[in-house]
Protein backbone atom coordinates (compact mmCIF):
# COMPACT_ATOMS: atom_id res chain seq x y z
CA UNK A 1 0.00 0.00 0.00
CA UNK A 2 1.63 3.30 -0.77
CA UNK A 3 1.64 5.96 1.40
CA UNK A 4 -0.89 8.52 0.27
CA UNK A 5 -3.72 9.99 1.21
CA UNK A 6 -6.56 9.59 -1.09
CA UNK A 7 -8.06 13.32 0.07
CA UNK A 8 -5.79 15.03 1.10
CA UNK A 9 -2.66 14.34 -1.49
CA UNK A 10 -0.03 13.84 1.85
CA UNK A 11 2.83 12.04 0.52
CA UNK A 12 5.91 10.82 2.75
CA UNK A 13 8.59 13.49 3.71
CA UNK A 14 12.56 12.81 3.31
CA UNK A 15 14.75 14.21 5.71
CA UNK A 16 17.85 13.33 7.74
CA UNK A 17 18.93 11.50 10.97
CA UNK A 18 21.53 13.50 12.60
CA UNK A 19 24.02 11.57 15.42
CA UNK A 20 25.32 13.33 17.95
CA UNK A 21 28.44 13.38 15.90
CA UNK A 22 26.20 15.44 13.43
CA UNK A 23 26.76 12.34 11.43
CA UNK A 24 23.65 12.31 8.49
CA UNK A 25 21.85 9.57 7.20
CA UNK A 26 18.31 9.55 5.13
CA UNK A 27 15.31 9.06 6.66
CA UNK A 28 11.53 9.20 5.57
CA UNK A 29 9.22 10.53 7.77
CA UNK A 30 6.14 8.51 6.90
CA UNK A 31 2.32 10.25 6.97
CA UNK A 32 -0.18 8.63 9.47
CA UNK A 33 -2.30 6.43 6.85
CA UNK A 34 -5.08 4.43 8.34
CA UNK A 35 -8.02 2.29 5.99
CA UNK A 36 -11.24 3.54 6.90
CA UNK A 37 -14.48 2.27 5.71
CA UNK A 38 -17.40 4.82 5.57
CA UNK A 39 -21.19 4.73 4.73
CA UNK A 40 -22.07 6.92 1.66
CA UNK A 41 -25.69 7.28 1.62
CA UNK A 42 -25.44 9.19 -2.63
CA UNK A 43 -23.89 5.40 -3.52
CA UNK A 44 -25.57 3.67 -1.73
CA UNK A 45 -22.98 1.26 -0.45
CA UNK A 46 -19.37 1.59 1.70
CA UNK A 47 -16.42 2.64 0.39
CA UNK A 48 -12.95 2.19 1.60
CA UNK A 49 -10.73 4.89 1.84
CA UNK A 50 -6.34 5.60 2.67
CA UNK A 51 -6.43 8.52 4.49
CA UNK A 52 -4.41 10.20 7.06
CA UNK A 53 -5.10 11.59 10.60
CA UNK A 54 -6.13 15.26 8.44
CA UNK A 55 -7.97 13.57 5.81
CA UNK A 56 -10.41 11.95 8.58
CA UNK A 57 -10.89 15.32 9.97
CA UNK A 58 -11.48 16.72 6.82
CA UNK A 59 -14.31 14.12 6.20
CA UNK A 60 -15.77 14.72 9.92
CA UNK A 61 -15.91 19.09 9.00
CA UNK A 62 -16.89 18.64 5.39
CA UNK A 63 -19.18 15.29 5.36
CA UNK A 64 -18.07 12.11 3.62
CA UNK A 65 -20.84 13.25 0.23
CA UNK A 66 -18.96 16.19 -0.39
CA UNK A 67 -15.18 14.51 0.19
CA UNK A 68 -16.55 11.52 -1.96
CA UNK A 69 -18.19 13.65 -4.26
CA UNK A 70 -14.78 15.30 -5.19
CA UNK A 71 -12.51 12.12 -5.50
CA UNK A 72 -15.19 10.98 -8.39
CA UNK A 73 -14.81 14.24 -10.18
CA UNK A 74 -11.07 13.77 -10.13
CA UNK A 75 -11.53 10.18 -11.28
CA UNK A 76 -10.52 8.33 -8.27
CA UNK A 77 -11.32 4.93 -8.39
CA UNK A 78 -13.53 4.11 -5.03
Do not use: W
Not at 25 to 46: C, E, G
Not at 67 to 72: R, S, W
Amino acid sequence: MAATCQVTGAVPGFGHNVSHSKRRTKRRFNPNIQKKRYFVPSLRRSVTLNLSAKGIKVIDVRGIDAVVGELIAKGVKL
